[in-house]
């Protein structure tokens, strides 16, 4: 079983909807990311959570949000989609207390795409 | 600004050739580096670097860091169609709590036959 899951894997949708993307990981990390992957723009962090009640932006948070419900669930929302929010996403966690690393470990990728 | 710049953007080789990948980097404070090969979908890590000069090998892959001179290389020996695939270059800062990876944009690498 994968270590980092990540639903759905492909979504196809309008301008203005509401779009939620779930992330879930058994490797019991403390830090989760989202990151979104454009050709030519590499991955860019989105937000990440270093635990349940902490929150940060990344570098492109607007348009974006997110909730962490638990140390194992991470959600990134899509108030209202617009296309230039058609991308990759990737959900990946960490936690430098295994190993002495903080060493990011990628969920599978959702393909969006905003029509 | 800190940055992560990895060259050259793409490489076509033949199976069998010996590439040599490039990461240089410009970070306040350094804590590692890592790398990761992408293919279709996300990226798999493949090494984590922290001090000068030690290699780290695995298989026909392997990887080394300069602080001094601020980069590190991957090596493919003997490459094969499966290492077709883009390879990314991060480094960590060290700051603290508050440690968000920069990226490289990646070097895509297509091996023929």
Known sequence: DADVTQTPRNRITKTGKRIMLECSQTKGHDRMYWYRQDPGLGLRLIYYSFDVKDINKGEISDGYSVSRQAQAKFSLSLESAIP???ALYFCATSDPRQGGTDTQYFGPGTRLTVL | ????????????????????????????????????????????????????????????????????????????????????????????????NNRKLIWGLGTSLAVNP
Not at chain 2, 45 to 68: H, N, P, Q, W, Y
Not at chain 2, 79 to 88: C, E, N
């Open chain 2, 1 to 96: 600004e800190d940055k992560v710049v990895q060259s050259p953007l793409s490489l076509v080789v033949h199976e069998g050739d010996t590439v040599t990948l490039n990461c240089s980097y410009e970070v306040t404070n350094f804590r590692s580096l890592l790398w990761y090969k992408q293919e279709k979908k996300a990226p798999t890590f493949l090494f984590m670097l922290t001090s000068s000069g030690i290699e780290k090998k695995s298989g026909r892959l392997s990887s080394i860091l300069d602080k001094k001179e601020l980069f590190s290389i991957l090596n493919i020996t003997a490459t094969q169609t499966g290492d077709s695939a883009i390879y990314l270059c991060a480094v960590v800062p060290n700051a603290g």
């Open chain 1, 84 to 86: 230039n929010q058609t």
